[in-house]
């Protein structure tokens, strides 16, 4: 069974450009979850999805971070424009809808805004 | 509120054993167990939902304690392979947030 992909691995961009990333979660996962993790840190959750519908974006900061889930499938997560501090590892992870919600992670894209 | 982990860091020799804690202030539905490696995803090890169950996976196991809201992992006779970061993830409620600790490195030298 394939694992969650992501693209790209690692991303190094200017401050007040544009970034893009993407994932395709775990064929029949309905949920999906954006994560950012500082170094040393451990994940904090930006937006979970339930299929199409985003069901929990609280923690993202939606001036400059957008992100879509068309088709309830692939998921792309948007930062315009990057500053410095959004330099870190961007975790895609995905679950099946039940109790138990163990959630399998991508491996994450690296970013560093220079 | 993000549960607390202790210790921060471990250093073992292999064969040792190790427990690592992770504390809520809040009334908890579940707690998940997470191993990192360096520059790898985090990969899942266990779930433990409230009720005081106790689990096992191989020679690692852990238990959750509903009144104390606290859950323990216990790694047993620890090989190499265990070197990790290891993150606790708790829920307060069925399919809620999950929000992680801070993060316990295990470091395991032959």
């Known amino acids: 069974e394939a694992g969650v992909v992501q693209s790209p691995r690692y991303k190094i961009i200017e401050k007040k450009q544009p970034v893009a990333f993407w994932c395709n979660p775990i064929?029949?996962?309905?949920?999906l979850y954006w994560y950012l993790q500082n170094l040393g840190q451990g994940p904090e959750l930006l937006i979970r999805?339930?299929?199409?519908?985003?069901?929990?974006d609280s923690q993202l900061p939606k001036d400059r971070f957008s992100a879509e889930r068309l088709k309830g499938v692939d998921s792309t997560l948007k930062i315009q424009p990057a500053e410095l501090g959004d330099s870190a590892v961007y975790l895609c992870?995905?679950?099946?809808?039940?109790?138990?919600?163990?959630?399998?992670f991508g491996p994450g894209t690296r970013l560093t805004v220079l | 509120q993000q549960p607390v982990q202790s210790p921060q860091a471990v250093i073992l020799r292999e064969g040792e054993d190790a427990v690592i804690n992770c504390s809520s202030s809040?009334?908890?539905?579940?707690v998940h167990w997470y191993r990192q490696k360096h520059g790898e995803a985090p990969v899942f090890l266990m779930i433990?939902?409230?009720?005081?169950e106790q689990k096992g996976h191989d020679k690692i196991s852990a238990s959750f304690n509903e009144k104390k809201q606290q859950s323990s992992l216990y790694l047993t006779a620890s090989q190499l392979s265990y070197s990790g970061t290891y993150f606790c993830?708790?829920?307060?409620?069925?399919?809620?947030?999950?929000?992680f600790g801070q993060g316990t490195i295990l470091t395991v030298h032959p």
């Open positions: 992870a995905s679950s099946l809808s039940t109790e138990y919600n163990e959630q399998f």
């Open positions: 064929s029949g996962h309905n949920t």
């Open positions: 999805y339930e299929n199409e519908e985003a069901v929990d």
């Open positions: 809040k009334a908890l539905y579940s």
């Open positions: 433990l939902l409230k009720g005081g």
């Open positions: 993830g708790t829920e307060k409620t069925s399919y809620g947030k999950l929000t």
